[in-house]
């Protein structure tokens, strides 16, 4: 089991930097590949970007890509999202979630675990 709790949302300014962090819970931590994902009103969850267990891989939606940067500390047990350079179509809530492999998945339900999600709101 594991539990998964992100923080780090708010509101921001188009062009602004906000860095989410996603805290997990249990000792297996580093059994899972992490990804991101969100959803905006009216609209389906999508993946934004995964990184292996190891951390020794990234993946990013096209959306994202030279924008947002995922990244992972196994020691403390949270995966991160850093995300510069936002838009208002970023806005969303995220979420962290958890596939227990050694490789990621763009695919929501390939996911075993998720978390809460917190809201990501852009301003132009």
């Known amino acids: 089991q594991v539990q998964l709790q992100e923080s780090g949302g708010g509101l921001v300014e188009a062009g602004d930097s906000l860095r989410l962090s996603c805290a997990a819970s249990g000792r297996t931590f580093s059994s899972y590949a992490m990804g991101w994902f969100r959803q905006a009103p009216g609209k389906e969850r999508e993946f934004v970007a995964a990184?292996?267990?190891?951390?020794?891989?990234?993946y990013y939606a096209d959306s994202v890509k030279g924008r947002f940067t995922i990244s992972r500390d196994n020691a403390k047990n949270t995966v991160y999202l850093q995300m510069n350079s936002l838009k208002p179509e970023d806005t969303a809530v995220y979420y962290c979630?958890?596939?227990?492999?050694?490789?990621?998945?763009?695919?929501?339900?390939?996911?075993?675990?998720w978390g809460q999600g917190t809201q990501v709101t852009v301003s132009s």
């Open positions: 979630a958890a596939y227990f492999s050694s490789n990621f998945n763009v695919r929501a339900e390939r996911y075993d675990y």
């Open positions: 990184i292996t267990r190891s951390g020794g891989r990234t």
